[in-house]
Nanobody, 125 residues
Framework: QLQASGGGLVQAGGSLRLTCTASRRTFNQQRMGWFRQAPGKEREFVAAISRNGYNSHYADSVKGRFTISKSNAQNTVALTMDNLKSEDTAVYYC????????????????????WGQGTLVTVSS
């Protein structure tokens, strides 16, 4: 199971750090991703990281502002969000999938097998 936390209300230009904690013993075999869904919009990709934590990929809309990181020792994946904008307001979901390859990143939601419950981020302008 995945448990996301860290959401909240923040002013534009501010920062938040989301954390996703996994209960799986095999977390070090998991490829991780963050997705978000804004009101009235479809779910979209935000960031993803490889099984070994060395490779990552970001949506163009968050590149340079968001950072994804993975700790296999703590079974967590974090999303540090800086310079937040009102358009970042959404429910953020973490997701995981079993990965045979250590270095590959997956950005497609349909390929992820496990999803957390979501945490709401609201950015006020």
């Amino acid at each position: 199971q995945l448990q996301a936390s860290g959401g909240g209300l923040v002013q534009a230009g501010g920062s938040l750090r989301l954390t996703c904690t996994a209960s799986r013993r095999t977390f070090n075999q998991q490829r991780m991703g963050w997705f978000r869904q804004a009101p009235g919009k479809e779910r979209e990709f935000v960031a993803a990281i490889s099984r070994n934590g060395y490779n990552s990929h970001y949506a163009d809309s968050v590149k340079g502002r968001f950072t994804i990181s993975k700790s296999n020792a703590q079974n967590t994946v974090a999303l540090t969000m800086d310079n937040l904008k009102s358009e970042d307001t959404a429910v953020y979901y973490c997701a995981s999938m079993y990965a045979r390859r250590m270095e590959v990143v997956t950005t497609t939601a349909q390929e992820y097998q496990n999803w957390g419950q979501g945490t709401l981020v609201t950015v006020s302008s």
